[in-house]
């Protein structure tokens, strides 16, 4: 059984860092693609960034140069590390797992975690 427990969201002021953790169980994670989502309220769940099993990355246009994706297998965790945060960067983010990366792009999986909120505000 997959498991996979985000944390590290929080309140943070406009122009700030957080950075979030996935750590994943039930799976061989070493050989798997890791997705992080989002989902604002009111709007649809999108793809924030992906990371392949060999490290290869890719990031939705709003994130570029701020989000940065990463993973430990040693530790079977993910990463998120997000910069220079603005408001539309609200949202509970979610980690993804059991998809594949095809051409430079990651395709959902169907293993989610619970969901961890971050929330940019003054």
């Known amino acids: 059984q997959v498991q996979l427990v985000e944390s590290g969201g929080g309140l943070v002021q406009p122009g700030g860092s957080l950075g979030l953790s996935c750590a994943a169980s039930?799976?061989?994670?070493?050989?798997?693609?890791m997705g992080w989502y989002r989902q604002a309220p009111g709007k649809q769940r999108e793809l924030v960034a992906a990371i392949s099993r060999g490290g290869s990355t890719n990031y939705a246009d709003s994130v570029k140069g701020r989000f940065t994706i990463s993973r430990d297998n040693a530790k079977n965790t993910v990463y998120l590390q997000m910069n220079s945060l603005k408001p539309e960067d609200t949202a509970v983010y979610y980690c993804?797992?059991?998809?594949?990366?095809?051409?430079?792009?990651?395709?959902?999986?169907?293993?989610w975690g619970q969901g961890t909120q971050v929330t940019v505000s003054s």
């Open positions: 039930g799976i061989i994670f070493s050989i798997n693609a």
């Open positions: 993804n797992a059991g998809g594949f990366w095809s051409g430079s792009q990651y395709y959902t999986g169907g293993s």
